[in-house]
């Protein structure tokens, strides 16, 4: 990080750039593991909780009763958005360098929203109740970020 | 249980951005004022528990340097959650539970304006599958909008009416000097989208800020208060973290909260809820059954000027005042924390023992 302060060319204030992160290394388990792992061979798995939802992504602990999962569900590349919100001003960290929507994604299968963009042009053409598909990165390692956006179906 | 009441309340303004100020100089006049309206010294005071956000100055235990404000030498009995302060509060009042002590003070603070809040509600989430997208809280905030609204739990116009009765409440509060000026629901409503399905108003603008509360055990709280406020309940519970998991048109956690600190047995005559959002303050009214006769966020609430960490120990200082005030016998302070209303505390306080 560079610590040479620079003269703001209007005002005359002294800035400096500053990064905000905490630079761990994680391990991510079996269970997140999987999964992200799985993304990396264009595969979405999900996990089965104690009262038979398919939670996605999978979890490690039910989320009501606490107790360990372990049954692994595969889900489609095709769900429907039951949440969407528009971005109109993207920063350079979020998925797409375009205007796009953020939706929860409940993937054919799935009981749960999986968080992603969806890139759909403008905020019209998104609703609750559209459906949406992966659109996979050429290059994946295991992140979620494998999932470039979503597309609408059809587009 | 020991009978334990909130006796003093202060708060700085909330301001967009208090540039002449550091954190310290934010907080030290208002644990003053806190401590001043009861009669009471540092000194008198058995534990000291503060609530604040490393994240915004982006410095770890940053917190410390801000007990220059209430001087700790000698050394004092102190603690500090990275949490709004109304988790301070919950943690101060269990502590009087020991018995050993009578008195508490309690602040918290944050300058927001040192950093982008969006981006750091970011970095609170999901470290595998939700941070490395950076969604932030509006947009997050939003899909839980567009969910309500799909499911037809709130309207557009609901959410104005929100912020219209928020902009009108704050013209009275001195301590939201900056609030937006009163506006009815039909010019909000025409005013353009920022984050679809959220305008302008349905966002709460970001401010810095400190409050500060006195906590005091026993037959001494009415020793240095006239109208104590009683904490009759209050209880914090929590949501599981992913918001996709979760149905975002309800809020178990807040309806759980509520039910145990005692909402639900009626008589709430003001209620302080935490809503940065407007369809929040619709779906919290809900999930705690605050009817139409409660009077909600008569302050403006967090949604004339939010600041982060400071606005949930706002809403229990704010609630208190009005038994404090005697315009009031039975209020509900309301704080939130997580994405999309993941957590959530109660506390109802009353003017009697």
Known sequence: MSRKAETDENKGILTAPYVLEYSYTRSTGPVLGRFLSGLRDKKIEGIRAADGRVLVPPVETDPVTGEELDEFVQVGEVGTVTACSWLAEPRAEHPLDKPFAWALVQLDGADTGLLHAVDCGSAEKIEVGSRVEVSWRDERHGFITDIECFRLVGD | ?353
């Open chain 2, 1 to 353: 249980m020991r009978d334990v009441a909130v006796v003093s309340f202060a708060q700085a303004p909330n301001l967009r951005a208090d540039r002449e100020r550091n954190e310290v100089e934010i907080v030290m006049p208002v644990v003053r004022e806190a401590l001043d309206s009861v009669g009471l010294e540092q000194s008198d005071i058995g534990f000291t528990v503060s609530g604040s956000c490393d994240y915004l100055t982006g410095v770890p235990f940053s917190f410390v340097m801000a007990l220059d404000a209430v001087g700790a030498w000698p050394p004092i009995e102190e603690s500090h959650v990275e949490m709004d302060g109304a988790w301070a509060l919950y943690e101060a009042w269990v502590r009087l539970q020991h018995g050993d002590i009578d008195t508490a003070l309690i602040y918290s603070f944050g300058k927001t304006s040192l950093t982008d809040l969006d981006k750091v509600m970011s970095c609170q989430l999901d470290p595998y599958t939700l941070m490395p997208l950076w969604p932030g809280g509006i947009s997050l905030a939003g899909l839980q909008a567009s969910a309500m609204l799909a499911a037809g739990t709130v309207s557009e116009a609901d959410m104005a009416a929100v912020a219209s009765h928020s902009r009108e409440a704050a013209q009275g509060n001195p301590a939201i000097p900056e609030a937006e000026g009163p506006a009815d629901v039909d010019e909000l409503l025409s005013r353009p989208r920022v984050a679809h399905p959220l305008r302008e108003h349905d966002i709460a603008p970001s401010t810095d800020g400190a409050a500060a509360i006195v906590l005091v055990a026993g037959d001494r709280a009415a020793e240095v208060c006239d109208k104590p406020a009683w904490i009759s309940g209050i209880d914090h519970r929590v949501d599981t973290h992913a918001p996709g998991n979760r149905d975002l048109t309800t809020c178990p956690s807040a309806r759980m909260a509520g039910e145990r600190a005692g909402a639900g047995r009626g008589g709430i005559e003001v209620a302080e809820v935490y809503a940065p959002f407007s369809h929040q303050q619709l779906l919290l009214a809900s999930e705690l059954g605050l009817g139409d006769g409660v009077d909600i966020n008569p302050s403006g609430g967090a949604l004339a000027g939010h600041t982060f960490m400071v606005a949930g120990l706002a809403r229990i200082g704010e609630a208190a005042r009005r038994i404090h005030d005697g315009t009031a016998s039975r209020v509900l302070g309301h704080a939130t924390a997580g994405p999309c209303l993941q957590q959530n505390l109660v506390c109802v306080m009353e003017a009697g023992r």
